[in-house]
């Protein structure tokens, strides 16, 4: 999933490290972040939690649950 995204951003300081980290290493790099570009994961709660701006992406897998907005933010 985060392939797509990734090749779809030109600009040399996007780089996508999904699967690639260790939780100190994740740490690490969510706090030197401008902006994280995720999946609905645990990146998405360690940003949040370090104030940090955060785009999710969401994929439904079951259209007959809807999406919730439990957070300040947008869902497009």
């Known amino acids: ?7 779809g951003i030109d ?3 996007c780089y996508n490290l999904a699967g690639q980290l260790k939780l100190d290493e994740l740490l690490s790099l969510i706090k030197k972040c401008r902006l994280l570009i995720t999946v ?5 709660h ?3 939690a ?6 999710v992406v969401y994929a439904k897998t079951n259209p ?8 300040p933010g947008t869902i497009f």
């Open 1 to 7: 999933m985060t392939y797509p995204i990734w090749k």
């Open 11 to 13: 600009d040399p300081l």
């Open 40 to 44: 609905n994961s645990l990146p998405v």
């Open 46 to 48: 360690i940003a949040s």
């Open 50 to 55: 370090l104030k940090k701006p955060v785009v």
């Open 64 to 71: 007959s649950i809807p999406l919730a907005n439990t957070s």
